[in-house]
């Protein structure tokens, strides 16, 4: 049971809102995120350069993934959770890849 505990007690969450900085290979953008973890599972809205849609996704610890719809394909963000904030990678809809990083609001 203190395993549980603990590992619970050091899990990411990403709840909240974020503002967040792109660079790919396409351009750059600030887009926004409003993020809602229940447990493993991640929903909310993205807000940019793309217009706005739905986000889901999922956490694993200090690790996730999310994306949303965009024209037949997905945009999607991979990434860590750190004392920074939100950093990682992301896919745009094969168009173009890059990196983020997001601070909560």
């Keep these: ?11 990411a969450d990403l ?11 396409a351009g750059s953008g600030s887009p926004s995120f409003t993020l809602k973890q229940t447990g ?3 929903t909310g809205r993205y807000s940019g350069q793309l217009g706005d849609a ?29 004392t920074e904030g939100l950093k990682g990678t992301v896919d745009l809809a094969g168009q173009a890849k890059g990196t983020f990083s997001c601070k909560r609001k």
């Design 40 to 42: 493993a599972d991640l």
């Design 1 to 11: 049971m203190l395993l549980l505990a603990t590992g619970l007690a050091g899990a």
């Design 15 to 25: 709840t909240g809102s974020w503002a967040c900085s792109v660079e790919t290979d």
């Design 54 to 82: 739905d986000v889901k996704g999922k956490v694993d610890g200090e690790k996730f993934t999310f994306s949303f719809p965009a024209g037949d394909s997905s945009v999607v963000y991979a990434g860590t959770l750190g």
